[in-house]
């Protein structure tokens, strides 16, 4: 199994189709990441069936048009959003692996309740349930300190900042029932109620090998759904000295998600 790492291997169709054309004759498996334009190009579905795609991560982010909005990704409910999208993706035996964030304001305790149901009923493949996290020198990380919303001067360089840490105030809700929030979402996706009835999608037995996977790396997910909680970021065993930037100087332009 070859894994493309690109952000949005099909951020340009037309070189997206010209590689999967590449890749029939060499008849592997591969997997890689995209965003959900994709399923609504049938050419490409199906080339990347063709040339032995199996799979594919897509960022739904959230299936609140409001929060969509604030992270400039509305074009997420185009044709029908994402329900429409995982049928054009089935459709080409593609299984998907969505990925959730938490933590807009528009986000209440109902949402990720909504969330994980939408992804266990839609069968995905695995998925991911995270918070929100401001990185320095993104919009978002600006909003937050103009609303005096910030938790930490700079989170990612305090001593006390552990991962799964929430380093804003929530607008709905308090920073570790946010936490809390996300892994129990995690938790109940990756329980074994959930993971024997999204195996039961067609899409994700209808090949052995596949279906081997499926059931190995939801596993493996299951075991890890807090495992992490409370690491510290990087090396705990660093005595070097770090780089004091302030939080405008610096030029990060990573996604929001964790």
């Known amino acids: 199994m ?10 340009s169709l037309r070189e997206a189709k010209e590689l999967m054309r590449a890749l029939i004759p060499l008849r592997i498996r591969w997997v890689s990441q995209s965003a959900i334009n994709v399923a609504w190009d049938d050419e490409a579905l199906e080339l ?15 299936l609140q048009p409001e929060s969509l909005k604030e992270m400039n990704k509305g074009f997420n409910m185009m044709r029908g959003g994402p329900v429409e999208a995982l049928a054009n993706f ?17 986000d209440t305790t109902e949402t990720f309740d909504s969330t994980v149901e939408f992804a266990k009923q839609e069968g995905l493949f ?28 700079a989170w990612w360089l305090d001593d006390h900042y552990r991962y799964n840490m929430i380093p804003f105030q929530p607008k709905h809700m308090t920073p570790q029932e946010l936490a809390d929030r996300c892994v129990a979402a995690r ?72």
Not at 2 to 11: A, H, L, Q
Not at 137 to 149: C, D, H, K, N, W
Not at 227 to 236: A, E, K, M, Q, T
């Open 2 to 11: 070859i894994f493309f790492i690109d952000d949005n291997i099909t951020s």
């Open 48 to 62: 990347m069936q063709r040339s032995g795609c199996q799979g594919i991560l897509v960022g739904f982010e959230s």
């Open 90 to 106: 089935r459709r080409h035996n593609l299984r998907v692996y969505g990925t959730f964030i938490f933590g807009y304001d528009h």
């Open 126 to 153: 695995i998925a991911a349930f995270n918070h929100i996290t401001p990185f320095p020198g993104t919009p978002l990380y600006g909003r937050m300190a103009s609303e005096r919303r910030l938790l930490y001067d």
């Open 187 to 258: 938790r109940s996706f990756y329980s074994w109620s959930s993971i024997v009835s999204r195996a039961a999608r067609r899409v994700n037995y209808r090949r052995p090998f596949m279906l081997a996977n499926f059931f190995v790396i939801n596993a493996m997910h299951q075991w890890d759904v807090e495992g992490r909680n409370g690491l510290p970021l990087g090396d705990g065993n660093w005595t070097g000295s770090l780089l004091k930037a302030e939080p405008s100087e610096c030029t990060v332009s990573v996604g929001a998600s964790q």
